[in-house]
């Protein structure tokens, strides 16, 4: 089946600080979504991006679905960007399962 | 607040006891699917719904477990018989159609915890 994985696996960043999160799926897909698991445990929905690029606040994604990959940036972090990030994906074959990554750990310092 | 709703937000059962988790989707979604997540991992799909019908429950652990979606009311997770293993999040989504070229909107979850 389809594999999906993300990097870095964990993150430590300076208040204020750039990020890039990265997603590889091993075969296409036909959506991508981003979500970001908060110290509280809610998953919070932060993109559907199945292809370009979309932005919202510091936040903006790209995914290029013909190279199998999707990119999250966050700038000028801040420390309630801290928790982990996963991109899901449905392979083409599967529809709907969503297939999730491992996830990258972010931890933002004051 | 229109999103999917999931309840409790924690439960705790003891070893042998039965849980049951419900879910109700967002307003205008009858497609539903429960993930679970166990700890320091990613999410991993179970099982898919619709209305009265189970329509994929290949991620979902043979014994032990089942899952319903009736015409009326929230879907269940039920889980017999708990396990120490059994301690995880669950997480529940829904979509308004069954295809892939839409986004899944997920609840906050259940967290289950096994004495």
């Known amino acids: 089946g389809i594999q999906v994985e993300q990097s870095p696996p964990d993150l430590i960043l300076q208040e204020g600080a750039n990020s890039t999160l990265r997603c590889n799926f091993s075969?296409?897909?036909?959506?991508l979504q981003w979500f970001h698991q908060n110290p509280w445990g809610q998953l919070i929905n932060l993109f559907y991006?199945?292809?370009g690029t979309k932005q919202n606040g510091r936040l903006s994604a790209t995914t290029v679905a013909t190279e199998r990959y999707s990119l999250l940036y966050i700038s000028s972090s801040q420390t309630t960007d801290s928790g982990v990030y996963f991109c899901?994906?449905?392979?083409?074959?599967?529809?709907?399962?969503?297939?999730f990554g491992t996830g990258t750990r972010l931890k933002v310092l004051a | 607040n229109a999103g999917v709703m999931q309840n409790p937000r924690h439960l705790v059962r003891r070893r042998g006891q039965e849980a049951r988790l419900r879910c109700s989707p967002m307003?205008?979604?009858?497609?539903v699917y429960w993930y679970r997540q166990l700890p320091e991992e990613g999410l991993k799909f179970m099982v898919y719904l619709q209305k009265e019908n189970i329509i994929d429950e290949s991620g979902m652990p043979k014994e032990r477990f089942s899952a319903e979606f009736p015409k009326e009311g929230p879907s269940i997770l039920r889980i017999q018989q708990v396990v120490r293993g059994d301690s995880a999040a669950y997480f529940c989504?829904?979509?308004?159609?069954?295809?892939?070229?839409?986004?899944?909107?997920f609840g906050d979850g259940t967290r289950l915890s096994i004495l």
């Open positions: 899901a994906a449905p392979p083409v074959s599967g529809t709907y399962k969503y297939i």
């Open positions: 307003k205008g979604h009858s497609h």
């Open positions: 989504a829904s979509s308004p159609f069954g295809t892939a070229n839409q986004p899944q909107h």
């Open positions: 075969d296409s897909v036909n959506n």
């Open positions: 991006i199945p292809s």
